[in-house]
């Protein structure tokens, strides 16, 4: 089965919006300013792995007209599948590309089940409502920069169910990014601290 992951740079306070989407958000770039050559390797390892991509429309719409002329830095957005969640879209210039209406949970359920590379979600804040509401996230690998925005689309919203990750590696760079991977690991688990009593 493949593994769907979700990759993000997210503030503090859960945003992985970056650009204006026609609601006014004017902090596009946040991230660039705590790029070091640690980020910078992480997100060469990132993209040098042979994945599909999940998209969702707005997002790209967004890729569509940049990365077809920028795939020196990022070969593989060239070949990857890409399944974008559209309703209002059906074919791009942009090959190989799939659209995904209707029922986007049952289809990226059917996708995972199909033999290929593991896929990617990026960006995409309203789409993954919908993965993790549907429980399709197998796992996250978040860049977390250290500054809050107060506004813009969070990655955790209306869509997120109780779930458990385990952390499978974890950097921190100089500039103050933390690259994490989880990984998800079943069910919410509860407890009560062990202190004992004065005596």
């Known amino acids: 089965m493949r593994k769907l992951i979700a990759a993000e740079f997210i503030t503090l306070d859960g945003v992985i919006q970056n650009e204006d989407e026609g609601d006014g958000f004017k902090y596009g770039g946040w991230f660039f300013p705590f790029a070091d050559e640690v980020t910078g390797t992480v997100v060469q390892a990132r993209l040098g792995k042979k994945v599909d991509l999940l998209l969702g429309r707005k997002t ?12 020196n830095f990022w070969p593989n957005v060239k070949t990857a599948t890409k399944y974008v969640a559209s309703n209002t879209r059906d074919s791009s210039d942009w090959k190989p590309s799939v659209f995904l209406s209707g029922d ?43 500054v809050t925005l107060g506004t813009g689309k969070r990655l955790f919203q209306d869509g997120t169910i109780p779930a458990a990750f385990k952390v499978t590696d974890a950097q921190i760079a100089p500039k103050g990014i933390v690259c994490v991977t989880y990984e998800r690991d079943g069910e919410v688990r509860s407890g009560s601290p062990q202190i004992e009593e004065d005596k």
């Open 60 to 71: 790209f719409e967004g890729w569509e007209g940049y990365w077809p002329t920028h795939t």
């Open 104 to 146: 986007v949970a049952e289809k990226v359920r059917e996708i995972k089940q199909q033999d290929g590379p593991d896929i990617y979600v990026m960006g995409s804040a309203n789409l993954c409502q919908t993965l993790f509401k549907h429980d399709l996230i197998d796992a996250l690998e978040l860049m977390t920069i250290p």
